[in-house]
């Protein structure tokens, strides 16, 4: 029988105790890692829990109804609340932080923040967007000082992705939105493209061929069973190799190295120097062993896996009386105990799991 590892070894009631006392514990000094040797150098700040998508993967609407109950504004972090958190993570390591939701550009004043946020210094500041609010918004945020973005498209065939994001909303919209953050400077911009079985595998190739060329690097996902909510099946994956041997039947492709070791994406190039593309293969080749990410839910949990049960209440430290020290004191705590490794031990057993929703931990 297969053993289940428990992502983190501390049940839930204990967490914020945990924090607090970890906050008044011995300081930390120096780079931090985890008991397995990894960094902390990427931030991902989910900005809400609410998104204007039911993508049928990830908010299905049986479960994301009108009757859903979404946080309340006064549970969310405050935009002072964030960047102060941020400036603690950058002080231990941080150097990319990603915006993510939900959807962020939903949150409302994000240029603010994200001004806020490059105030920080000399970071890699990005967003992941499902680019419906892109074509408005992209100039606004890359004059705030955004420096990148990675827009979400699962199909070019406007059918397939209306059915995809179940509120019918037409891929020209998107593609409007790529166009709009290209002309705004914010690149290399990235395209990210969820492939599930029998639903948008046909569309690997037209996306592949449609941005070639175009400098915008296209990112195939492997399906993941992140939460519990989206009835994951082994039979819904089409393994990263599947990707890259469908692709190159038609455009041929070459292994490139990565940009820099814990990179997500494999990168591919195009054979005949025409760009590259990547596949996350989180399902069939974990990465967990180069995962230098933590996350920051929107009420301000912090999360060290995507497939956690749990998080660590932050927002009881920001909004207590407690200093940047402490703060930063309790979060070298967390990594430090750090041994989540999901993708690495998923079985047929933990895929069933509780776990948090990706639209609440952030993508
Ligand atoms: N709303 C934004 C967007 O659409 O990009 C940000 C949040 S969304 C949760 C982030 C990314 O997670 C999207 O690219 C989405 O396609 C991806 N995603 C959601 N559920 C997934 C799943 N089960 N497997 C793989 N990727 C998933």
């Not at 992705?161 to 409007?176: E, G, H, K, S, T």
């Not at 703060?327 to 750090?338: D, F, K, P, Q, T």
Request: net charge neutral.
């Amino acid at each position: 029988m297969a053993t289940i590892i428990p992502l983190n070894p501390m049940p839930a009631h204990d967490a914020s105790a945990f924090l607090r006392a970890a906050a008044n514990g011995p300081a930390h000094a120096g780079p931090i890692v985890d008991t397995r040797g990894r960094a902390l150098s990427d931030l991902r700040i989910s900005v809400t829990d609410r998104c204007n998508f039911r993508c049928v993967y990830c908010m299905p609407k049986d479960v994301f109804g009108r009757d859903y109950q979404f946080l309340p504004h006064a549970e969310l972090l405050t935009f002072e609340e964030i960047v102060r958190a941020a400036r603690v993570f950058v002080d231990l390591g941080v150097r990319k932080i990603r915006l993510t939701g939900g959807e962020p550009l939903l949150r409302k004043n994000l240029e603010k923040l994200v001004e806020m946020l490059a105030r920080l210094g000399d970071l890699d500041l990005t967003l992941t967007t499902n680019g419906a609010l892109l074509a408005k918004k992209a100039k606004s945020l890359r004059d705030a000082g955004l420096n990148r973005v990675t827009v979400s498209l699962d199909s070019l065939d406007d059918a397939t992705f209306r059915a995809m994001n179940d509120v019918d909303f037409p891929v020209a919209n998107v593609l409007a939105g790529i166009d709009a953050a290209e002309a705004a400077g914010l690149s290399p911009l990235k395209v990210n493209m969820v492939v599930k079985a029998g639903i948008s595998e046909d569309s690997i190739v037209p996306m592949a061929r449609h941005f070639k060329g175009t400098g915008h690097i296209v990112r195939f996902i492997e399906y993941m069973d992140v939460g519990a909510t989206n009835g994951w099946r082994m039979d819904d994956v089409i393994p990263a190799a599947e990707i890259v041997r469908r692709i190159t039947a038609e455009l041929p492709l070459a292994p490139v190295d990565p940009n820099y070791s814990g990179e997500v994406a494999q990168r591919w190039r195009y054979a005949d120097g025409s760009g590259e593309i990547g596949v996350i293969a989180s399902v069939t080749q974990a990465f967990c062993r180069d995962c230098t990410r933590a996350r920051l839910s929107t009420e301000g949990k912090l999360y060290t896996c995507l497939f956690a049960t749990h998080g660590h209440d932050l927002r009881d430290l920001l909004r207590g009386d407690f200093t940047d020290m402490q703060i930063r004191n309790a979060i070298a705590a967390v990594w430090g105990r750090r041994a989540d490794r999901y993708s690495e031990v998923r079985t047929a057993n933990t895929v069933g799991a509780p776990k948090v929703e990706m639209s609440y931990i952030g993508g």
